[in-house]
């Protein structure tokens, strides 16, 4: 595929903002700062105004995000907060039900691949007033749009790639994985690696019911994405029955965990994630994801591109969105609060890169000076990705329940071998249908 400029303009990102840092590090507290002062002495004077908010992540994500609320409420004394949030695992699931029912919470963290299907259904509301998006680079500012309309701000930069534990490989001394490694080389890595391992543990993750890892290895091959942008099945059969009995013959090779294990992994928990608790050496991820490993055991994660094969697998996509539910009572309460968030240098010291690398050519150049060692390996993984990027598919208008629950139930029926891998195919064509 050709190489996309927009694509790249956001792995770019990093490097502009360190530039620009010391125009606007210091010029960023003025306007902003008395806007602020104005708006605080406004709502204190306006009625009591309760915002609920929902988002998943880790803990770290939590901690700042809560502080962050707890300032704004400080600054803006009418205001406070009814937080949900949770890690991703039945994220998806919950969100779905509270739409449905015309009960989502007023702030709403969405993933780009859901976009479509909620704006598509009006159940967002339009966000084209009331937020400065003057110093987000127009690609990702138009990322939150579906039909030319915005309905959704982008939080951070990102990029899909894997997450490794640094730590453990070297102590195995086997080669470790890098950023030109191909599908063939990762999965010779986990074979090379479970030689040396105990027996307990295990060097990959089992991806039979991963429709993420799935997606990175049909675009690779060149199949595109198993569901397109305009909502048609794409996944190609020949392509799934390989990946799927390639894991089969990883199981049996004790190189990815039993179903029984791999079934109680949860994304970025302390205890649960497999890769967290030292079960396994490498799992897929987003740049944005990494401070919350990085906090838990500091210095022992490294990031890497997916891998390749015809070509590249990874891509670049905002790391999540603040949305507004149509169905808000707060809409405009809602759009101030985003708009602090994304803009204000306050926010942005307690909130850091715990979304990404901010979306705020502004904030960014703020925070640059002081990046962490994480911070700088989510803007290495986004640089990396950058020239050889696959344009990010958004999701099409009906399908989250499909990528985000039918496809997982179909794939571990096949892993406990409850159905044959043709079979597992066979179901997921049978319930595309029911949305297309």
């Given at each position: 595929?050709?190489k996309n400029k ?6 770019l ?7 620009a840092?010391?125009?606007?590090a210091?010029g960023?507290n003025?306007?902003?700062?008395e806007?602020?002062s104005?708006?605080?002495s406004n ?5 009591p ?7 998943w992540?880790?803990q770290?994500r939590?901690?700042?995000?809560l ?12 205001v ?12 998806a699931?919950?969100l779905?039900t509270?739409a ?6 007023d ?5 780009p ?10 159940q967002?509301a ?6 400065r ?19 959704a ?6 990029a899909?790639g ?8 070297d102590k ?5 994985p890098n950023?030109?490694?191909t ?6 890595f ?10 307990d543990k295990?060097a990959?993750m089992?991806?039979?019911a991963?429709?993420d890892t799935y ?10 994405y198993?569901v397109?942008?305009d909502g048609k099945?794409?996944i190609?059969?020949?392509t799934?029955?390989?990946f799927i ?6 199981r049996?090779?004790?190189v ?6 791999t079934?109680?992994d ?5 205890k649960?994630?497999l890769?967290n608790?030292g079960?396994?050496?490498i799992?897929?991820t987003l740049?944005?994801?990494f ?20 070509q590249a697998?990874g891509w670049l996509k905002?790391s999540?969105f603040?949305s507004?539910?149509?169905d ?12 602090w968030?994304?803009n ?9 890169t ?6 705020s050519?502004?904030i ?9 060692a994480a911070?700088?390996q ?7 990705v ?24 179909v794939?571990e ?5 409850k159905?044959t ?16």
């Amino acid at each position: 595929m050709k190489k996309n400029k927009k694509l790249q303009q956001w792995g770019l990102l990093l490097m502009a903002g360190v530039l620009a840092s010391s125009l606007t590090a210091c010029g960023s507290n003025g306007k902003t700062s008395e806007a602020s002062s104005a708006s605080s002495s406004n709502n204190a004077a306006s009625k009591p105004v309760k915002l609920r908010i929902m988002w998943w992540g880790s803990q770290a994500r939590h901690d700042a995000t809560l502080k962050a609320l707890d300032l704004y409420t400080k600054s803006h004394p009418n205001v406070t907060f009814e937080p949900e949030f949770s890690g991703i695992d039945g994220y998806a699931d919950k969100l779905a039900t509270l739409a449905s029912a015309k009960n989502a919470p007023d702030i709403i963290q969405m993933d780009p691949k859901w976009l479509a299907d909620y704006a598509g259904r009006n159940q967002l509301a339009d966000l084209s007033t009331g937020i400065r998006t003057d110093d987000i680079d127009k690609s990702l500012l138009d990322s939150g749009k579906y039909k030319d309309k915005l309905y959704a701000i982008a939080l951070g930069n990102n990029a899909n790639g894997m997450i490794y534990n640094k730590n453990a490989v070297d102590k195995l001394g086997i080669t470790p994985p890098n950023n030109d490694w191909t599908w063939d080389q990762y999965f010779q890595f986990g074979k090379d690696a479970k030689a040396k391992l105990e027996k307990d543990k295990y060097a990959l993750m089992d991806a039979t019911a991963d429709y993420d890892t799935y997606t990175s290895y049909q675009v690779s091959q060149g199949k595109g994405y198993p569901v397109t942008a305009d909502g048609k099945f794409n996944i190609d059969k020949e392509t799934w029955l390989g990946f799927i009995n390639k894991y089969t013959e990883l199981r049996k090779e004790g190189v990815v965990p039993p179903p029984e294990i791999t079934t109680t992994d949860i994304e970025y928990d302390a205890k649960m994630d497999l890769m967290n608790n030292g079960t396994v050496l490498i799992r897929r991820t987003l740049a944005a994801i990494f401070p919350g490993y990085e906090s838990l055991k500091p210095g022992a994660f490294m990031l890497v591109k997916t891998p390749k094969a015809a070509q590249a697998g990874g891509w670049l996509k905002p790391s999540m969105f603040w949305s507004v539910s149509a169905d808000s009572k707060y809409a405009e309460e809602s759009k101030k609060f985003i708009d602090w968030f994304v803009n204000e240098n306050a926010a942005a010291d307690i909130l850091t890169t715990t979304r990404g690398i901010p979306v705020s050519n502004k904030i960014l150049a703020y925070l640059t000076p002081n990046f962490t060692a994480a911070d700088k390996q989510q803007g290495e993984l986004i640089k990396n990705v950058a020239p050889d990027a696959q344009p990010f598919n958004p999701g099409a208008k009906g399908w989250t329940n499909f990528t985000s629950k039918d496809y997982k139930d179909v794939g571990e029926k096949v892993l406990f071998g409850k159905i044959t891998p043709e079979a597992g195919y066979d179901e997921l064509v049978k319930k595309a249908k029911d949305y297309q």
